[in-house]
């Protein structure tokens, strides 16, 4: 069974850092392509970055660009966001989604982790 | 960036009856076109790829149609499980990813 679990978030003070992560079970980590997308409380879905199976391409909205960064470790099935100089409108739920074999739609999403930006 | 508008913002309908929930893209994004739904405290789930294929597991009484601009997510007889929020996305053009501002299915 494919399995997503996000962890990290928490409370953190408007210019502060968070490192999340998503552990991955269930599937052959190191041959799909992952995502970080997040949804801010009662509003809707905003794609944040992509990063390809190898880790060599990756992509950043622009929001987040120059903030935020994905890396992989593929040994340890763990996807990372590192999360700098934090926003208040970067509060949200932060789910990581897997890229489908298939086409490139999110097939499977974690639960989320919370992020609150907050003095 | 590619602009994804779904109508409408709310949708009543009673169960079994049919629901028509629109997407409208405002560059075409050929057939690369998903639609998930999301229930309350929970993650999004994929309902469609492609535009018009199920995931695995969703039920035949969900159907989506549509190319280039505008697209459809049918759901017929509405179960009492299926009423959440639904989000369109379009994946034609990476940078970014966009989804719909969603549409809340309620019942009527």
């Known amino acids: 069974e494919v399995q997503l679990v996000e962890s990290g978030g928490g409370l953190v003070q408007p210019g502060g850092s968070l490192r999340l992560s998503c552990a991955a079970s269930g599937f052959t980590f190191s041959s799909y392509e992952m995502n970080w997308v997040r949804q801010a409380p009662g509003k809707g879905l905003e794609w944040v970055s992509y990063i390809s199976s190898s880790g060599s391409t990756i992509y950043y909205a622009d929001s987040v660009k120059g903030r935020f960064t994905i890396s992989r470790d593929n040994a340890k099935n763990s996807l990372y966001l590192q999360m700098n100089s934090l926003r208040a409108e970067d509060t949200a739920v932060y789910y990581c989604?897997?890229?489908?074999?298939?086409?490139?739609?999110?097939?499977?999403w974690g639960q989320g982790t919370l992020v609150t930006v907050s003095s | 960036e590619i602009v994804m508008t779904q109508s409408p913002a709310t949708l009543s309908v009673s169960p079994g009856e049919r629901a028509t929930l629109s997407c409208r893209a405002s560059?075409?994004?050929?057939?690369?076109l998903a639609w998930y739904q999301q229930k309350p405290g929970q993650a999004p789930r994929l309902l469609i790829y492609g535009a018009s294929t199920r995931a695995t597991g969703i039920p035949a009484r969900f159907s989506g149609s549509g190319s280039g601009t505008e697209f459809t997510l049918t759901i017929s007889s509405l179960q009492s499980e299926d009423f959440a929020v639904y989000y369109c996305q379009q994946y034609n053009n990476w940078l970014p990813i966009t989804f719909g501002q969603g549409t809340r299915l309620e019942i009527k």
């Open positions: 560059q075409s994004v050929s057939s690369n």
């Open positions: 989604a897997r890229t489908s074999g298939y086409d490139s739609d999110f097939d499977y």
